[in-house]
Nanobody, 123 residues
Framework: QVQLVESGGGLVQAGGSLRLSCAASGRTFSRSAMGWFRQAPGKERELVAAISRSRYNTYYADSVKGRFTISRDNAKNTVYLQMNSLKPEDTAVYYC????????????????WGQGTQVTVSS
C-alpha cells in the first residue's frame, strides 16, 4: 500500500513558478514509477509528467515540455514537479500517482493516487 500526499499548490501570476511535492509512505517508493496528472474544470484528467523507477526515463506532455521538470528523491520518498513559466491554462488540480509498473503511469491507470493540490495561474 502506498499513500501519497501532495503539497506546494497555490495562486501564482502568469510567468511565475511553483514546485509541487508528493510525499509517499510505504517501502515500495523506490520501486514505483511516479507521475503528475492534472484536471482542469470541465476537462479530463491528463498526464503531465512521469518518471520511471530508475529515474533515468522521464515523460512530459507536449504542453509542458521545456517548462516543467519532474524529479525524485528516493531517500526522502518524495517526487517533485518544478513548474516554471506558468500559464493560465496550467490552472488545474494536480495529482500525484504511483505504480510499480512504468507503463501503468504513462497509460493513466496507476494504482495509487494522492488527494490533489490546486494550482491557479492568474493572467
Amino acid at each position: 500500500q502506498v499513500q501519497l500526499v501532495e503539497s506546494g499548490g497555490g495562486l501564482v501570476q502568469a510567468g511565475g513558478s511553483l514546485r509541487l511535492s508528493c510525499a509517499a509512505s510505504g517501502r515500495t517508493f523506490s520501486r514505483s514509477a511516479m507521475g503528475w496528472f492534472r484536471q482542469a474544470p470541465g476537462k479530463e484528467r491528463e498526464l503531465v509528467a512521469a518518471i520511471s523507477r530508475s529515474r533515468y526515463n522521464t515523460y512530459y506532455a507536449d504542453s509542458v515540455k521545456g517548462r516543467f521538470t519532474i524529479s525524485r528523491d528516493n531517500a526522502k520518498n518524495t517526487v517533485y514537479l518544478q513548474m516554471n513559466s506558468l500559464k493560465p491554462e496550467d490552472t488545474a488540480v494536480y495529482y500525484c500517482a504511483a505504480d510499480t509498473q512504468d507503463e501503468s503511469v504513462v497509460a493513466g491507470v496507476p494504482d495509487y493516487w494522492g488527494q490533489g493540490t490546486q494550482v491557479t495561474v492568474s493572467s
